[in-house]
């Protein structure tokens, strides 16, 4: 058990579908952060989310729709993919003055583009 | 601006050999550093990290990592290597921002460990 957990874990979906990656934790965090890992390349941040607002945004494309109701909560909305986004999307957190802490992270959902 | 660099994209080992996995760092102001694992399909463990703390640092799974200023490394090593140990392992470093921290990792170095 991870503290941090992401639903599905898997996740097939085609071209002109929406999906949505949710991310929870009940660790007590106030940061959230989506990364990117695809194959072969080094992880990339996606969002970052402090006190449910969001603080960072990579140039990440707007076919990736972020959304953090709560502290607990976080969401990555998907529609109209291309096959390239096919990757591993891990979802962690932070508390906002434990820089040393580092992250907790998700387990990650597997998605498929196709 | 932070950065990592892994040094080896995969390193093999045979059981009961020392591991030695590398990582150099920059970083403008006093780092924190950490280690992660990631095991197929899974998410990132930490299995370490440096808070100035101590130099020497142990983490889960007997690794440990010593970090060094004069030469920005925080090198992990564990002293035998074990079937179980086979996996993915990222170094990080931390800088605050605005009262959150951006972990900016390295490539990762994938453990392979032969019988």
């Known amino acids: 058990e991870t503290g941090v957990t992401q639903t599905p874990r898997h996740l097939v979906m085609g071209m002109t579908n929406k999906k949505s990656l949710k991310c929870e934790q009940h660790?007590?965090?106030?940061?959230m952060y989506w990364y990117k890992q695809s194959a072969k390349k080094p992880l990339e941040l996606m969002f970052v989310?402090?006190?449910?607002?969001?603080?960072e945004n990579n140039s990440v494309p707007s076919r990736f729709s972020p959304e953090c109701p709560n502290s607990s909560h976080l969401f990555l909305h998907l529609h109209t993919l291309q096959p390239e986004d096919s990757a591993l999307y891990l979802c962690?957190?932070?508390?906002?003055?434990?820089?040393?802490?580092?992250?907790?992270f998700g387990s990650g959902t597997r998605l498929t583009v196709v | 601006a932070q950065s990592v660099t892994q040094l080896g994209s995969h390193v093999s080992v045979s059981e009961g050999a020392l591991v030695l996995l590398r990582c150099n760092y920059s970083?403008?102001?006093?780092?924190?550093l950490f280690w992660y694992v990631q095991y197929p399909n899974q998410g990132l463990q930490l299995l370490l990290k440096?808070?100035?703390?101590?130099?020497l640092v142990k983490g889960i799974n007997g690794f440990e990592a010593e970090f060094k200023k004069s030469e920005t490394s925080f090198h992990l090593t564990k002293p035998s290597a074990h079937m179980s140990d086979a996996a993915e392992y990222f170094c990080?470093?931390?800088?605050?921002?605005?009262?959150?921290?951006?972990?900016?990792f390295g490539k990762g170095t994938m453990l392979l460990v032969s019988p």
């Open positions: 962690a957190s932070s508390r906002l003055d434990g820089q040393g802490d580092g992250y907790t």
């Open positions: 660790l007590g965090h106030n940061a």
């Open positions: 989310y402090s006190l449910e607002e969001r603080v």
């Open positions: 970083s403008s102001v006093p780092p924190y």
């Open positions: 440096y808070t100035s703390a101590a130099t």
């Open positions: 990080a470093v931390s800088e605050g921002n605005s009262g959150y921290s951006t972990l900016t």
